[in-house]
């Protein structure tokens, strides 16, 4: 009985948290029910009422309203169609006339309309960043149930979108409502907005805050006279969990309009400092009293340091400095057990504990709760935009700078009401050296200091010049030799910009787990080498501070060839898996090297060869079997002469159905096949993590053929077969497609001759296959590959010239017309493809981008 209940239960909770219809698939991740309700955090206190709004959600098509399922907020869904999240709330009468009633979202992906009891009342542009916006009194129902509808579209685009579609290393996020949802009421008379900038003499001994406060009047109405409104602002500093305020002044205010802005300062004496080793913070309450009551009050907290960047060296409150950081990417929308809320916690705990005192949150909009965890614990927090590996030609256009201008002000306006221990970033993955790239970055650069904050931006190689606008200028490091990043800092040193120049990604991939040494390349044990010699090295250097990428394993927005493969789209590029086993080579030594500088020994092992055996038993035994037919069937030794050497009069001797083997040829097929297969395989194993081939299919924007070219690439046995039957294919397609077009022409050939007229051409493919025994081993010295490439295209070439040769002489027509059509053919073919996915994904922009990226990293 009670195994029948549990079965029963759990297909009701499966029902009701994953419902797939119509190809999209809804998920309710875990609410926060009775976890986080930091109320500093919501801005809740005596004057402003905030409500959670997780349950009680419905969700359906926008063109089937009729269907909806109850859902609970967090909640994602698949596809690509806009799906309506909706819920209804009841107001009381006092709500609607004597409150202002506000609607946050902690983070929604991408855009979305909200509408309420039908009215559209905003537009989301994009961006899972939180954001607030006022519920119209004058459309609400008292007394009676109100519909909110959030219509959600997870689409992205390659030139209007942040980011944009082509995502290098992006976390996965599925669309929907993928944060906390929440009412807020305030009075009439509110705080509308209230920023804040401080700064500290030269003693760091005096603390002089400046704020902009703008004072909202909700009750104010523009058709009739408005008597001026006087009313008291007061600034009260609290020291963490004191009721006694360290600082605090009163600014009486007179305003008879809708909207009052106001300048007001504060002086401190001898605030305690903020440091990674002594995360203190103050309480600020800012207050609007009404004859001695308060009416409205919010909340901030305040730390108080110094971050300079001088010749010597970073500086931190006077002291010397260096930032020792980690990308972090939380999968928010592949949790399943456990809360964001929760496993922040976990993560940036484990982060400081392993001795970080930063955390770059890149290529995502963060979940602000992890902000204000980051000034608790002690950590540096740098945010950017999600703007990464966009092209100089995109970059240019006007409604994309607009964009991203108009994105960099909402993301600083809405993550500093979080944290004030924040540098902001205006994207990543940027070309170096470009005039384009520079005049974007700096102009957002710009807004970031405007707004008293530090300001970088990352590049793939290193920035020559100083950006005005930016502070700090960020270098993208991809398994790259230690000696190699030593020379490139080095060169560096002579540059205008090396005083600003920090590692903001030192990425080392583990591919291959344990391998019992780090002569093994791409092994746990090599990561823990590559990890360690270069905190040992940054130790002795002026590095402003540098960021390992990553400490923990992440999900990603595409299958991708340098992460690794994996099913699950998991990404091998982390010191710690989804485990977080701390007994791991990596984990201890760079644990280690940050904190105790306990010595842990690496153990060297030998060096081990990844070439696959298979390739060398697939080309043996395809090798093998040729020479055994060539040696003992004289017939298919003549065939094969005469084909090779002289293809004419073979391809003639078809014509005139001259007798040839059809299991001769069925044979020499599936040779061919083989060999074809093989040499692909090859291509593809060596380029399995190559950044620019990533690239190069990342412009495309296809996650089915990333996943097909990744899987490929990192499985050849199985990759082998399915070739070998794609080339099978290959064979029957080209010959139905050459009997196709033989309709338009008098003569008439037979389907067997066009068929073996396309097997006997491809004849040399037979030819590769001693070089296949060792061509992999010959790739990965890196001494003649440019060779090999350019003779691989021209053999190519010679093949399709012997498959065209053979048309013209089995249809006994011109050559000229062959080849002309044949052009023709092509250009149609590839000129709609090109154009297709450059009109849909600007993918010869991105090919470019990549070209050019390439060529400045370091290596």
Not at 37 to 42: E, G, K, V
Not at 191 to 216: G, M, P
Not at 786 to 815: A, E, N, T
């Amino acid at each position: 009985m009670t195994k029948s209940r549990t079965r029963i239960l759990s297909y009701i909770i499966f029902l009701f948290t994953s419902l797939t219809f119509a190809q999209i698939k809804v998920t309710s991740l875990p609410m926060n029910m009775n976890g986080v309700f930091d109320a500093q955090f919501y801005d809740q206190n005596e004057t402003r009422n905030v409500t959670l709004l997780n349950s009680g959600w419905y969700v359906y098509y926008e063109n089937d309203p009729q269907k909806k399922v109850e859902i609970t907020i967090p909640a994602i869904f698949e596809g690509e169609e806009s799906l309506v999240f909706e819920k209804e709330i009841s107001f009381t009468s006092d709500e609607v006339k004597n409150k202002q009633l506000r609607l946050g979202f902690l983070g929604l992906n991408y855009s979305a309309e909200i509408l309420v009891n039908g009215y559209s009342i905003y537009k989301h542009p994009g961006g899972s960043y939180p954001f607030e916006i006022v519920l119209p009194n004058d459309i609400l129902k008292e007394n009676a149930n109100n519909t909110i509808s959030v219509k959600v579209n997870r689409k992205l685009n390659s030139e209007n979108t942040i980011p944009v579609e082509q995502r290098f290393l992006f976390p996965v996020y599925d669309g929907g409502i993928i944060r906390d949802v929440y009412l807020k009421s305030v009075s009439l008379l509110h705080f509308s907005q209230v920023r804040y900038s401080y700064t500290l003499d030269q003693n760091l001994s005096k603390a002089f805050l400046n704020f902009k406060v703008s004072v909202e009047n909700s009750a104010y109405n523009a058709d009739q006279s408005n008597a001026p409104k006087e009313f008291l602002v007061r600034v009260n500093l609290f020291a963490k969990g004191s009721t006694t305020p360290q600082a605090k002044n009163d600014f009486q205010l007179t305003s008879s309009r809708e909207i009052s802005e106001s300048n007001l300062q504060l002086e401190m004496q001898n605030p305690q400092l903020w440091s990674p080793g002594s995360p203190t913070s103050y309480t600020c309450e800012v207050s609007i009293l009404e004859n001695g009551v308060v009416i409205d009050k919010t909340t901030r907290q305040i730390s108080f340091y110094q971050l300079k960047n001088t010749e010597s060296g970073l500086l931190l409150n006077g002291n010397a400095f260096a930032l020792r950081g980690t990308t972090y990417f939380l999968n928010e929308t592949t949790l399943r057990k456990t809360t964001s809320y929760q496993k922040l916690k976990d993560d940036l705990s484990l982060i400081k504990s392993t001795g970080f005192n930063s955390v770059r949150f890149a290529k995502c909009y963060p979940n602000p709760y992890a902000l204000r965890l980051c000034q608790d614990m002690g950590l540096f927090a740098l945010i950017e935009l999600p703007i990464n590996s966009v092209p100089e030609d995109i970059l240019a256009k006007n409604d994309f700078d607009l964009n991203a201008e108009h994105s960099i002000k909402e993301f600083i306006n809405v993550y500093s009401k979080y944290s004030n221990v924040v540098m902001f970033g205006v994207g990543s993955s940027f070309l170096p050296n470009s005039e384009i790239t520079e005049n974007f970055v700096s102009k957002l650069g710009k807004v970031v200091q405007d707004n008293k904050f530090l300001s970088y931006a990352s590049f793939v190689g290193i920035q020559k010049t100083k950006i005005d606008g930016v502070d700090f200028s960020g270098l993208e490091l991809m398994s790259v030799p230690l000696d190699d990043i030593k020379d490139a800092l080095a060169a560096a040193d002579s540059s205008n910009a090396n005083q600003s120049l920090f590692i903001s990604e030192l990425s080392y991939p583990n591919y291959k787990g344990g391998a019992a040494g780090y002569l093994t390349k791409y092994s746990s044990e090599a990561q823990a080498k590559y990890y360690g010699d270069f905190v040992t090295f940054a130790k002795g250097t002026a590095l402003p501070g540098y960021f390992v990428n990553s400490l923990f394993e992440y999900y990603g927005a595409f299958p991708s060839l340098y992460a690794g493969y994996a099913s699950n789209g998991l990404y091998k590029i982390g010191i710690l898996d989804n485990s977080r086993n701390l007994n791991g080579i990596a984990y201890k030594v760079i644990a280690s090297k940050l904190t105790t500088n306990e010595k842990v020994t690496i153990p060297i092992g030998a060096a081990k060869d990844d070439s696959p055996l298979s390739f060398i038993l697939f080309a043996l035994a395809l090798a093998i079997v040729l020479a055994v037919l060539i040696n003992t069937k004289k017939k298919f030794r003549e065939d094969c002469t005469r084909a090779l050497l002289r293809p004419y009069n073979f391809f003639a001797d078809i014509r005139d159905h001259r007798i040839l083997s059809g299991i001769h040829t069925v044979i020499m097929m599936l040779i061919e096949a083989g060999a074809g297969s093989l040499l692909i395989t090859i291509l593809l194993y060596f380029l399995k993590s190559n950044i620019l081939f990533d690239k190069i299919v990342l412009s495309f924007g296809n996650t089915s053929l990333m996943k097909v070219v990744s899987y490929l690439a990192w499985n050849p046995q199985s990759g082998f077969l399915i070739l070998f039957f794609v080339f099978i294919a290959k064979f029957a397609l080209l010959s139905l497609v050459i009997k196709f077009a033989s309709f338009f022409i008098k003569t008439k050939v037979e389907i067997f001759s066009i068929f073996y007229t396309v097997t006997w051409s491809f004849l040399p493919f037979t030819l590769l296959l001693p070089v296949e025994l060792v061509l992999y081993k010959i790739m990965i010295a890196n001494s003649i590959n440019l060779i090999i490439f350019v003779s691989l295209i021209i053999y190519f070439l010679w093949i399709l010239q012997r498959l065209l040769k053979g048309i013209y002489v089995i249809f006994d027509v011109r050559p000229t017309s062959v080849y002309f059509y044949f052009f023709i053919v092509i250009v149609v073919i590839l000129g709609g493809v090109v154009l297709k996915f450059q009109i849909s994904q600007s993918t010869l922009y991105y090919i470019s981008n990549a070209i050019k990226q390439y060529k400045s990293m370091i290596f």
